[in-house]
């Protein structure tokens, strides 16, 4: 099927980031964003609204056709760690 090429969209973030490394050789890391994703690029949801009869009101007002992406994640948090381990290569067992 093929798509119309007026299609866009918009994505804002706030990305924070803290890491820690311990003299052990351990780390820890903790990350978090806080985002929005705003598009009229949906094409699955307009499918299912063309199909019942509620599509598109305005095709001269592409902009009153945004809306939150499906795929939108408004908040994500990671923490993360990691160990060195005290043999392979370049490490010397003490």
């Known amino acids: 099927m093929a798509e119309?090429?007026?299609r866009n969209s918009i994505y804002h973030s706030m990305q924070m980031?803290?890491?820690k490394r311990f003299s052990g050789?351990?780390?820890?890391?903790?990350?978090?964003?806080?985002?929005?994703?705003?598009?009229n690029t949906n094409s699955e949801i307009k499918?299912?609204?063309s199909l019942?009869?509620?599509g598109r009101r305005n095709v001269n007002n592409l902009r009153g056709e945004r809306s939150l992406d499906a795929f939108d994640v408004?908040?994500?948090?990671v923490l993360a760690s990691v160990l060195d381990l005290p043999f392979g290569?370049?490490?010397s067992c003490k």
């Open 89 to 91: 290569k370049a490490r």
């Open 74 to 77: 408004s908040q994500r948090f």
């Open 4 to 6: 119309p090429d007026n």
């Open 52 to 54: 019942s009869g509620a």
């Open 47 to 49: 499918l299912v609204g």
């Open 17 to 19: 980031k803290v890491q």
């Open 25 to 39: 050789g351990a780390q820890v890391l903790a990350s978090y964003t806080v985002a929005k994703l705003i598009d």
